[in-house]
């Protein structure tokens, strides 16, 4: 029996291929290490009571990380470099993705570093701990040294800036809530970062003509975010557009159609949606794509007698795969950053309209968006597409407004120093429905809006909007931080 020839995706006829992973990508469980430290010179001083009270307060510190975090991995109190040599080899032997250090009291930089080089290359974050808030007033020395970890702190910080190495600082007390919530803010960003590690985007297409403001260089992206652009011909999405059936379409047309009202469209029209909503997700299925892009303008138009947005709804909603169109890369890593983040699919738009006495812009969609991201699913029409690019037929879109609530308005853009994000807290207004036949969105900003929008675009941003539920400003600027992404942050 001859044995099978493997070849490119853009070639074979099988699911098996040279240049794509047969099991996909997996997505890492994001592991958390916890190194807490105290001095041994200090036990001999203090005999009676200072090892056992520092080690109560780290057991302290580690019992409020595993509330918080389930993939968690800790140190016993490392108090000797023998210890740090153990720990440090128990962080690298569990491939730990960040480090959290708490000081249980002034800490020599040499013994921290010995654990920090075994574990290079991960986000540290120092945890700069004490009893409380206060200062006791009938304190003595030794329970300064309880506290003295900010002695530590200040140390090993000082060293770190010198050495040019990058870390975080959080300061608080044993049980400081806004301090969990800091840390818990930067592993969100390092899982954040993690998920879109090594995924697959197909983009089908190109960018539109003339949208030099979406141009981005995927080696680029590859460096900064590694993610992997996989261009895809546009003849592969028709292959599989002839693979599905009736009854396929048929089912899926059944469920949208008993889910939503609609307005404009036939059931012909859905039923040619369903019809290429499928074929998308068969392809996404067979080259292991974690996001796509297309560009459905004119030539797929044309050859399937409808449009891509009902597709790419469907797919979000149901695949776990973010979509964006026209080529638009840096919107749709901004998408997959929010999903990350905030586990609801983010709005595709275009800025619109301003409205001052709402102080908010329209974010117009492109029909990239989930019915979830409606009040309701009664607030959401089955309409026809409103732009119309040379076929016969209505295509098929979702008509909704974005709930009320707080938002982030997001976008990766490049710039002639590498790329730069915008970051804009804001609130999704509670707004009428308009009849678009386009997913929109209001959102209200706190700069006064002609000067919000006088300053977003001197500051060139694209003319595609990211608008996501919850506010992911924080964690999309420490996002920023760690992977050295120029920050404009407007609210």
């Given at each position: 029996?001859a044995?099978?020839?493997?070849?490119s995706?853009?070639?074979?006829?099988s699911?098996?291929?040279?240049?794509?992973?047969?099991?996909?990508?997996?997505?890492k469980?994001?592991?958390?290490?916890?190194?807490?430290c105290?001095?041994?010179?200090?036990?001999?001083?203090?005999?009676?009571?200072?090892?056992?009270?520092v080690s109560?307060?780290?057991?302290?510190?580690?019992e409020?990380?595993?509330k918080?975090?389930?993939?968690?991995?800790?140190?016993?109190?490392?108090d000797?470099?023998?210890?740090?040599?153990?720990?440090?080899n128990?962080?690298a032997?569990?491939?730990?993705?960040a480090?959290?250090i708490?000081?249980?009291?002034?800490?020599p930089?040499?013994?921290?570093?010995h654990?920090?080089?075994?574990?290079k290359?991960?986000?540290?974050i120092?945890?700069?701990?004490?009893?409380?808030?206060?200062v006791?007033?009938?304190?003595?020395?030794?329970h300064?040294?309880?506290?003295?970890?900010?002695?530590?702190?200040?140390q090993?910080?000082g060293?770190m800036?010198?050495?040019?190495r990058?870390?975080?600082?959080?300061?608080?007390?044993?049980d400081?809530e806004?301090?969990?919530n800091k840390?818990?803010?930067?592993?969100?960003?390092?899982k954040?970062?993690?998920?879109?590690?090594?995924?697959?985007?197909?983009?089908?297409?190109?960018?539109?003509?003339?949208?030099?403001?979406?141009?981005?260089?995927?080696?680029?992206l590859?460096?900064?975010?590694?993610?992997?652009?996989?261009?895809?011909?546009?003849?592969?999405?028709?292959?599989?557009?002839?693979?599905?059936?009736?009854?396929?379409?048929?089912?899926?047309?059944?469920?949208?159609?008993?889910?939503?009202?609609?307005?404009?469209?036939?059931?012909?029209?859905?039923k040619?949606?369903?019809?290429?909503a499928?074929?998308?997700?068969?392809?996404a299925k067979?080259?292991?794509?974690?996001a796509m892009?297309?560009?459905?303008?004119?030539?797929?138009?044309?050859?399937?007698?409808?449009t891509?947005?009902i597709?790419?709804?469907?797919?979000?909603?149901?695949s776990?795969?973010?979509?964006?169109?026209?080529?638009?890369?840096?919107?749709?890593?901004?998408?997959?950053?929010?999903?990350?983040?905030?586990?609801i699919p983010?709005?595709?738009?275009?800025?619109?309209?301003?409205?001052?006495?709402?102080?908010?812009?329209?974010?117009?969609?492109?029909?990239?968006g989930?019915?979830?991201?409606?009040?309701s699913?009664?607030?959401?029409?089955?309409?026809?597409?409103?732009?119309?690019?040379?076929?016969?037929?209505?295509?098929l879109?979702?008509e909704?407004i974005?709930?009320?609530?707080?938002?982030?308005?997001?976008?990766?853009?490049?710039?002639?120093?590498?790329?730069?994000?915008?970051?804009?807290?804001?609130?999704?207004?509670?707004f009428?429905t308009?009849q678009?036949?386009?997913?929109?969105?209001?959102?209200?900003?706190?700069?006064?809006?002609?000067?919000y929008?006088e300053?977003?675009?001197?500051?060139?941003?694209?003319?595609?909007?990211?608008?996501g539920l919850?506010?992911?400003?924080?964690?999309?600027k420490l996002?920023c931080e760690?992977l050295?992404?120029e920050?404009?942050?407007?609210?």
């Amino acid at each position: 029996m001859a044995e099978e020839i493997i070849k490119s995706f853009e070639e074979a006829d099988s699911d098996v291929f040279g240049d794509i992973l047969y099991e996909g990508r997996k997505k890492k469980d994001v592991k958390v290490g916890l190194l807490t430290c105290g001095y041994f010179e200090y036990w001999r001083m203090y005999p009676e009571n200072l090892k056992k009270n520092v080690s109560s307060d780290m057991e302290r510190v580690r019992e409020n990380f595993r509330k918080r975090f389930d993939n968690i991995v800790y140190s016993d109190l490392v108090d000797t470099l023998d210890g740090a040599e153990s720990a440090g080899n128990m962080f690298a032997s569990e491939d730990i993705d960040a480090l959290i250090i708490a000081y249980g009291t002034y800490m020599p930089d040499f013994i921290t570093l010995h654990v920090i080089n075994k574990v290079k290359d991960i986000p540290v974050i120092f945890y700069s701990v004490q009893n409380s808030d206060f200062v006791d007033k009938v304190g003595n020395y030794e329970h300064s040294l309880r506290n003295s970890g900010v002695i530590g702190i200040a140390q090993i910080t000082g060293t770190m800036r010198k050495m040019n190495r990058d870390y975080k600082v959080i300061v608080g007390s044993i049980d400081d809530e806004r301090a969990y919530n800091k840390v818990e803010t930067h592993i969100k960003a390092v899982k954040a970062i993690a998920d879109i590690k090594e995924a697959n985007i197909g983009v089908i297409g190109n960018v539109f003509r003339g949208m030099y403001d979406l141009e981005l260089s995927k080696t680029f992206l590859k460096s900064t975010f590694d993610v992997n652009v996989i261009y895809i011909q546009a003849s592969h999405l028709l292959a599989q557009w002839e693979t599905v059936t009736d009854a396929e379409v048929d089912e899926t047309a059944a469920k949208l159609l008993g889910r939503f009202k609609k307005r404009g469209v036939t059931d012909d029209d859905v039923k040619r949606a369903c019809k290429l909503a499928i074929a998308m997700e068969k392809l996404a299925k067979k080259f292991r794509l974690d996001a796509m892009c297309f560009l459905d303008q004119h030539f797929v138009q044309k050859q399937t007698l409808t449009t891509a947005r009902i597709g790419a709804s469907l797919l979000m909603e149901y695949s776990d795969i973010t979509v964006t169109c026209e080529g638009d890369l840096g919107g749709l890593v901004t998408m997959m950053l929010m999903k990350s983040i905030s586990g609801i699919p983010a709005l595709m738009g275009e800025w619109g309209e301003y409205d001052v006495e709402n102080n908010a812009s329209l974010i117009m969609g492109h029909g990239i968006g989930v019915p979830q991201l409606a009040a309701s699913d009664d607030r959401v029409t089955l309409t026809r597409t409103p732009e119309e690019w040379g076929f016969d037929g209505a295509g098929l879109n979702y008509e909704l407004i974005l709930k009320p609530g707080p938002a982030t308005v997001g976008h990766i853009i490049e710039t002639v120093n590498g790329y730069k994000m915008i970051i804009s807290p804001c609130e999704s207004v509670d707004f009428p429905t308009l009849q678009y036949d386009e997913l929109h969105a209001l959102v209200k900003f706190k700069t006064p809006i002609k000067e919000y929008l006088e300053k977003v675009f001197e500051n060139g941003v694209t003319h595609h909007s990211i608008v996501g539920l919850t506010d992911m400003s924080e964690v999309l600027k420490l996002v920023c931080e760690y992977l050295k992404v120029e920050v404009f942050y407007i609210d």
